[in-house]
């Protein structure tokens, strides 16, 4: 099960998400996490580093990785979070790990079609495959999966 930000459960092994303004203290969960930012300014901090987003930029936050929001002034964001057990072979690629660089820009007309994709998937377990590898191996361009420490 996930546990969406709001503190909703839901059933289903993934959830997409719109945020106005969203402020979340740190945390973690067992899901996978992409962030996307279309419009404004949105602060994530991931694993003691810190990231400032715009309009266009987007990352990805692996299971287990400690993240929080803050937006200073307005943002807009959309995520989409996906258990690992939906992910055929998850494991062997990418458990332990995490992208060196975390975070990437989409083009306008990018980002449009992965909110289109992500709002309006019927959660046909093919599709959210290829949807997320879609999305990891847009990351994983001149990008590496290097290993983090994760708790027992």
Known sequence: MIFSLNGIKTTNFYEFREWTNLNFPLHCHYTF??????????????????????????IAIMPIEKHSFITESDSHI?????????????????????LKIPYRHFSDVMLESIYRKLKYTDGN??????????????FLDNNELVAYY???
């Not at 996490?33 to 003691?48: M, N, P, R, W, Y």
């Not at 979070?81 to 995490?98: E, F, H, M, R, V």
């Open 78 to 98: 959309f995520m989409f979070q996906i258990s690992p057990k939906l992910i055929s072979n998850w494991d062997l690629c990418l458990a332990g790990k995490t």
């Open 33 to 58: 996490e992409v962030v996307f930012v279309s419009s404004g300014c949105i602060t994530i901090e991931k694993e003691e580093a810190v990231y400032r987003l715009t309009a266009g930029d987007a």
């Open 125 to 138: 377990l093919i599709e959210l495959n290829c949807i997320f590898f879609s999305l990891m191996d847009s």
């Open 150 to 152: 994760q708790p027992d």
